[in-house]
Nanobody
């Protein structure tokens, strides 16, 4: 349903761009976004964008460094990550929900999940 890619190993201060391609449902009817899960931590929402791209929400921990965007023609959502820090190391998951009633959205409210892509930031 969702296929994420773009993770990898990068030095602190570097950049990565994650992509998530959606299959099998009407992409432009859904809000989409990214969660991450670091070792021994709970999965947390970090950035979301509404179905038309008019509303975005982000966690304080990534504000000013990460940017979300979506291309409805390509059924793809992107996460541009700049000025990466070692504490950004985690598995990153894309997810979709038809309605997001609260921010941060709880993981259990997501309708679809992508595979995880590992981001490792070395110091």
């Amino acid at each position: 349903q969702l296929q994420a890619s773009g993770g990898g190993l990068v030095q602190a201060g570097g950049s990565l761009r994650l992509s998530c391609v959606v299959f099998g449902f009407a992409f432009d009817d859904y809000a989409v976004g990214w969660f991450r899960q670091a070792p021994r931590k709970e999965r947390e929402a970090i950035y979301f964008i509404s179905n038309r791209g008019t509303i975005t929400w982000y966690a304080d921990s990534v504000g000013g460094r990460f940017t979300i965007s979506r291309d409805n023609a390509k059924n793809t959502v992107y996460l541009q990550m700049n000025r990466l820090k070692p504490e950004d190391t985690a598995i990153y998951y894309c997810a979709a929900a038809e309605v997001v009633k609260e921010y941060p959205p709880p993981p259990e409210t997501m309708a679809y999940w992508g595979n995880g892509t590992l981001v490792t930031v070395s110091s």
